[in-house]
């Protein structure tokens, strides 16, 4: 399945797994899930992580 990523837009090839024959799907509501590519996602660690440090005293 492919999709794109939802801040640069790159399109992204997902893998499919067979549906689960025991799980009620028809009580569930279709949610669409929201994707990032890897770049992305590296990105946002980063400045996650930097953003979580103490600043350097002057």
């Given at each position: ?16 797994f067979p ?10 509501p ?12 590296a ?10 440090k103490v600043?350097?005293?002057?």
């Amino acid at each position: 399945m492919k999709t794109r990523c939802m801040l640069c837009g790159r399109v992204i090839e997902i893998e499919e797994f067979p549906a689960d024959p025991y799980e009620d799907e028809e009580d569930l509501p279709k949610k669409r899930s929201l994707q990032v590519c890897q770049l992305c996602q590296a990105k946002l660690k980063h400045e996650a992580d930097e953003s979580q440090k103490v600043p350097k005293p002057m």
